[in-house]
Structures are given as C-alpha cells and as structure tokens.
C-alpha cells in the first residue's frame, strides 16, 4: 500500500481486498490526508487477529507519529509494526524481495516528501517444450539452461540456449510520485516505467498557486512523463476547485497524450 489517509478501510472493504494480506506501507510524507488512516488500520488489523510483521516505510519523522499511535492506540498486538526510515533526500533501495525491488524517489515539497518506484525483477526466460525433448534434454539441466547456459549433448553437440528458451516479458515498473512540485531531477530515475503516477494538483491557470504550494499542474506532470519517455502517465491529487477534473486531463493531453485520470477504485493493469 502507498500512503494511508483517512477512509483507507472504507476502500479497502469496498473493493474487498483482504486485510491480512498487507505487508507493507509506503508513507511518502506527514501530511494528514496521507497518513492519518494508519492508527484506525493497525489498529483493526489488531482486532482481526493478525500476526504477522507488518512493515511501514517513510520519512525518518513519521517514527514520533507511529511510537505515539502504538503507545496511546494499539497496545497488546499480536503482531510487530516495524518501521523502515526512509532517506527522502537520496534514490535508493527501500524494500527487496524475490519478485521486487521498491527505490526512493526524492521529491519537492513542503516537507520530507519521496516517492516510491516499484520494479518488478527480471524473470527467467520459458523453456520451449518442443526443443527440449526433441534434444532429450535431462530433466537436471532445465535449471542452468534457464540461466542462460547451453546445452551439451552426450555426443558433445552444443545446442545454443536461443535454441532452447524464449525471452520472458520484459520487467514491468511503476513510479510513484505525490506530492510535489515540478521537479525533472527525477526523470532519469522513472526513465520509461509502464506507468507513472504523477500529481496534477492545478490546472495552468493556477500555476502560480501552484509554485507557491509546492504542487504541480497537469501540464508539469505531463512535461515529466514527455521527457522520462514513459509508457502510461495517471494524474491525481486533485485540487477540490476543480468539480470537472476533465480540464486537467486535456491539458495533459497536449503535451503527453497517453495520459488517464486517476478515480477512485480505478485498475489499472500493467500487463495488457
């Protein structure tokens, strides 16, 4: 999960997803409409008998707000809550498992602010059935062929690994980034992800507001997804003035038009 603002529950039920399958947050910075839902969540996770770690990521100033949550709030879990600091000034590696790789993005806010970029690890390439028994090749060696080795027949016959494996997909990469005011120090960092989340707080006519609130406009974000070369570009974050977000869309559009509004329970496939 990334950031955790009021009302986080009420969406995670109504698009029933379950509970106990959440293992880590991602706060990206210490503003309310962003991390006031964590104490009602660990709270509940509590009361649905979890016990399994659950692990928060974020700014390093996020610890005073989660010690006071567990101390006042959450006493007697059967579960850890443990915190991870993250350096909002750097990119660097945050979370590492065996199918993912999740990095900081620095940001430009009012506030200790990064974003969050997952990208997905590579997958070994698929063994084409066909070639592999018609060469017979020995159950013991599919591990090293998926590694990329040749095969070496009885006879001592080299048959190419290309000749045995196709390509696996390609790694999929999504880049996080809320909130923040126009900041293209990032682009090398989110280089051609599949999708990019990217805030659009104003439209151009309130650039200015914009600046002065360390926020972006549709276009700025527009601008980042351009010149970052990326796949798909979201926008969000939403100032309430606008009641048709419709605008902030087109003026994406004219400058990346392979751009789509975020709404509620939206999904988004990374994998067509």
Same mark, same amino acid.
């Given at each position: ?15 029933? &997803?379950?509970?106990?399958? /959440? ?7 210490? +503003?309310?409409?962003?991390? @006031? ?10 009361? /649905? ?11 390093? =100033? ?14 007697? /879990? ?12 750097? +990119? ?12 900081? &993005?620095?940001?430009? +806010? ?13 997958? =070994? ?8 028994? @018609? ?21 001592? =016959?080299?048959?190419? %690994? ?20 126009? %900041? ?6 989110? =280089? ?7 805030? !659009? ?20 974000? !527009? ?5 970052? +070369? ?9 100032? !309430? ?21 975020? %709404? ?6 990374? &994998?067509?």
């Amino acid at each position: 999960m990334i950031d955790c603002g009021e009302g986080t529950q009420v969406q995670m039920r109504n698009l029933r &997803i379950r509970f106990n399958r /959440l293992g880590h947050i991602f706060i990206t910075h210490l +503003h309310g409409d962003h991390c @006031f839902g964590l104490p009602g969540l660990i709270s509940t996770l509590g009361m /649905l008998g979890r016990t399994g770690d659950l692990v928060i990521h974020g700014p390093k =100033e996020l610890s005073t707000f989660l010690n006071c949550v567990l101390t006042e709030f959450c006493r007697g /879990l059967e579960f850890k809550v443990i915190f991870e600091p993250v350096d909002t000034t750097v +990119h660097s590696l945050v979370m590492e498992d065996r199918s993912l790789s999740v990095y900081s &993005i620095p940001l430009k +806010h009012r506030i200790p602010t990064c974003g969050y970029l997952f990208s997905e690890k590579p997958k =070994e390439p698929h063994i084409i059935r066909e070639m592999t028994d @018609f060469y017979q090749v020995p159950i013991k060696w599919m591990k090293d062929i998926k590694q990329g080795k040749d095969y070496i027949t009885p006879e001592g =016959e080299t048959i190419p %690994n290309s000749w045995l494996t196709r390509p696996a997909e390609p790694p999929k990469r999504y880049a996080f980034c809320s909130d923040t005011a126009y %900041n293209p120090s990032i682009i090398p960092i989110i =280089e051609g992800v599949d999708l990019l989340y990217h805030e !659009a707080t104003f439209a151009e006519s309130d650039e200015a507001r914009a600046k002065e609130t360390f926020h972006s406009t549709a276009c700025q974000a !527009a601008t980042i997804a351009r010149d970052a +070369h990326v796949k798909k570009l979201m926008i969000g974050h939403y100032s !309430a003035r606008y009641e048709d977000c419709s605008i902030l869309k087109q003026e994406a559009d004219t400058i990346f038009p392979e751009t789509i509004l975020a %709404n509620e329970g939206l999904v988004f496939p990374l &994998i067509p």
